[in-house]
């Protein structure tokens, strides 16, 4: 038989086919285990939906459901436009910024204080307290007793003025929980909403708020334009001071230099006249001069610089002669000069510099560039004439000035004088504007509004229920939530073995799911005689794959099936891995039950027998009649009759009677199947082991936790290397089906229970 094609059932795969090697590490959680703990769990989400049920129901009994009423406001800023653009009124617009500050101001004390006090909300049972009867709160009857503990020792509680004070205070707190203030999709819009038990109540308070909110910012503009209207009358009087002041100078100086004429006069338009010539002059002369230094260094540069042929070049590169160029005689003579040195060059090259034409070429050469120095300097002499004259006229201008104002001293004091008077007095008449325009609005001129209501709150029709609706939600979900994560987080504190999987990762072992069955006509430890194309036959093929491959490979007979701790299932694993092996092969298999502190194998498959380990101990040769033999299965079984419990049966397991008659059986059989008592709960393993070939260890699906499998693994290390497989007992038929049919897996009518 190939071990490789029945050594796992379909239920024992993983979702990606793999296997894992063992370590003591936590299996991973997939989604396949988060749904299957919420399938064995399914209580608890149960009881969360119902518990959240229950507390939304009573929210929504319990907790009032409000009226919600809205007004919005539209921050107007076209008006204050307009005004300042026909020169009506200038006041500053809202921006952006400020627009979203006057969410802030509506829910401000300066305007909820007023809307308190207005509508009488201090008394307002609604926004101070419940009612006494029945539902009073504590610090009610604290404060009652308070005020009667004061009164019987004559002290005051408190003056009423601070009892209405906390009254309205805790009013305006109660207002503005309940007030909403939000800006529209457009930026300019705001809207107010509110909401109370009562719908007319709603709709009053906030129409009550827009309306107070506009009346403030109307009584805040009033009162800064009174304040700006005080500072300005008072600027007006110092004004007026000072420009009288600046007169009073400027008629004394005049007096005091014999200027009599009045500003407007004709000396000032005289005066006028000089300095705008007198400017020009200035300007001109300073032309003049500049051009005049230029052709004064230009000529002495060309003077210094120029020899040879290379005078013209240099006297072109001068840049300060540039102006002249203009000049159609020295362009002449220029243009001359040139030919003549080209030609004086040709004819040096071909006869040399002491040849009769070299010598007159060079004397034509010299006379032109004379000629053309004698030409500069007339130019620069008329610049030179036109500077003298502009400086002469500027003089005679500066001399006209003085001698008409009485020198340079006295004009630059009286150009002072005039100009602080005719600031202070254009100043003056500035501020006398605005306080005119300051003045009109204070005295009930244009009333300039920046904000209007532009739909006013009414009665809603209906409750807000979204509150009520999220509450239940919430509640719905959060208790739903908390029974999902009980569920799941008992899976994960658990930590049970309930997966191939997880059972190979902690054991390093091939893993076997064998499901929960029940016996229908023959006892529970025969089911494979009885189903033999159940799921649960199957996967015990995969065990006996197992165990025959070691057979084949090593020779091994004599089976232990062993457990971690009582009540796995390894009784029933033993009996029917016995009863198939027979089925199977017809091989003869010996059933020995070992353990000698319960017995139960005995007590299932040889109930009426009065002898059997304990005697085939003290005689191993009266082995074949001190078995029992199963009609139904034909398994040889040895069971266990002792009338008690004996303190030495480890001693027993380990003799070397247990070997005697384990060699007697090994002759007789060909598999012995053993069933040791459990690992935790005695050494029995750990003596019998030495006689055993190889072992199948039984788990609990859902029972056996991860850490009783590593440390029965760490106690009975000595036994690892010789386990052929791991079987998982008892697994819910349901879980297995619904992993299988989550990974793909579909059995079909392979099995038939």
Same mark, same amino acid.
């Given at each position: ?496 073995? +309930?997966? =191939?999987?997880? $059972? ?8 076997? @799911? *064998? !499901?929960? &069955? ?103 040769? +009266?082995? =074949?009649?001190? $078995? ?8 040889? @079984? *040895? !069971?266990? &009759? ?103 897996? +579909? ?7």
């Amino acid at each position: 038989m190939d071990a490789r094609t029945n050594d796992l059932p379909p239920a024992a795969e993983f979702a990606d086919g793999s296997h894992s090697a063992g370590s003591g590490a936590r299996p991973s959680i997939g989604v396949t285990d988060i749904f299957e703990a919420l399938r064995r769990g399914w209580r608890f989400p149960l009881y969360g939906l119902l518990v959240g049920l229950a507390l939304a129901t009573i929210a929504f009994v319990y907790i009032p459901t409000p009226y919600k009423s809205s007004a919005r406001i539209l921050v107007d800023r076209s008006v204050n436009r307009y005004l300042q653009t026909n020169r009506i009124a200038d006041q500053p617009t809202f921006d952006e910024g400020e627009i979203g500050s006057q969410v802030y101001v509506l829910s401000s004390d300066s305007v909820i204080l007023p809307v308190v006090r207005a509508l009488g909300l201090a008394h307002d049972k609604e926004f101070v307290g419940l009612p006494k009867m029945g539902g009073a709160r504590i610090s009610d009857y604290l404060e009652d007793l308070k005020r009667l503990i004061f009164k019987s020792v004559g002290a005051n509680a408190g003056e009423p003025n601070d009892i209405e004070a906390a009254l309205e205070r805790v009013a305006a707190e109660s207002l503005v929980k309940r007030l909403t203030v939000t800006r529209e999709d457009v930026a300019n819009v705001i809207n107010v909403a509110f909401e109370s038990n009562d719908k007319f109540k709603a709709a009053m308070i906030a129409n009550a708020i827009a309306d107070n909110y506009i009346a403030t910012s109307m009584d805040a503009k009033l009162q800064s334009t009174r304040v700006a209207s005080h500072w300005l009358q008072e600027r007006l009087v110092e004004l007026k001071k000072q420009v009288a002041d600046a007169d009073k100078a400027l008629e004394e100086f005049r007096t005091a230099n014999n200027l009599k004429a009045g500003a407007g006069g004709p000396n000032a338009e005289l005066r006028a006249s000089l300095n705008a010539q007198l400017t020009s002059a200035q300007i001109a002369t300073a032309e003049a001069k500049s051009r005049l230094d230029r052709i004064r260094r230009g000529s002495l540069d060309e003077v210094t610089s120029i020899s040879g042929t290379d005078a013209l070049n240099n006297t072109a590169r001068s840049g300060v002669i540039n102006f002249a160029l203009n000049n159609s005689d020295l362009v002449r003579l220029r243009s001359q000069y040139r030919e003549a040195t080209a030609k004086l060059a040709e004819v040096t090259a071909r006869v040399g510099t002491q040849h009769e034409i070299a010598i007159k070429t060079q004397r034509q050469a010299d006379d032109l560039k004379s000629a053309i120095q004698a030409e500069e300097r007339r130019i620069a002499d008329a610049y030179a004439n036109e500077y003298q004259v502009a400086a002469a006229r500027e003089a005679e201008l500066a001399a006209s000035v003085a001698r008409l104002f009485g020198g340079s001293d006295a004009t630059n004091e009286l150009r002072e004088l005039e100009s602080t008077a005719e600031t202070l007095r254009n100043l003056y008449n500035n501020t006398l504007q605005k306080f005119k325009e300051t003045n009109t609005i204070e005295t009930g001129g244009i009333p300039i509004q920046s904000a209007r209501v532009i739909s006013r709150a009414a009665p809603p029709l209906s409750k807000n229920s979204k509150k009520a609706l999220a509450v239940m939600a919430g509640s719905l979900f959060f208790c739903l939530f908390l029974g999902t994560g009980a569920a799941i987080g008992r899976e994960w504190v658990a930590d049970v073995l +309930r997966t =191939p999987r997880a $059972v190979e990762q902690v054991t390093g072992k091939k893993c076997v @799911v *064998l !499901p929960m &069955v029940e016996a229908k006509s023959g006892p529970i430890e025969e089911y494979v005689l009885e189903a033999p194309y159940s799921r649960f036959t199957e996967a015990l093929r995969g065990i006996k794959a197992l165990v025959d491959a070691n057979r084949i490979v090593h020779g091994a007979k004599v089976i232990g099936v062993v457990s971690s701790v009582p009540g796995e299932g390894k009784t029933t694993v033993g009996a029917n891995l016995a009863s198939l092996v027979v089925a199977a092969t017809g091989a003869r298999t010996l059933l020995i039950d070992s353990d000698f502190h319960v017995r139960k194998l005995s007590a299932a498959m040889a109930p009426e027998a009065r002898e059997g380990l304990l005697e085939a101990l003290q005689n191993p040769t +009266r082995l =074949p009649w001190l $078995v029992s033999k199963r009609q139904h299965s034909n398994v040889h @079984v *040895l !069971p266990c &009759v002792s009338p008690a419990r004996i303190p030495n049966s480890a001693e027993l397991l380990g003799s070397p009677e247990m070997a005697q008659l384990l060699a007697v059986a090994r002759k007789s059989y060909d598999c012995i199947i053993v069933e040791i008592a459990p690992i935790m709960s005695v050494v029995d393993v750990k003596m019998i082991e030495r006689f055993v070939d190889q072992f199948v260890f039984v788990l609990e699906w859902g029972g056996t936790k991860r850490d009783v499998v590593l440390d029965a693994l760490s106690d009975a290390e000595i036994i690892d290397d010789r386990i052929a497989g791991v079987v998982l007992n008892k697994a819910d038929p349901v879980a297995l089906r619904h992993a299988e049919a989550f990974n793909g897996i +579909r059995p079909g009518n392979y099995y038939q229970d």
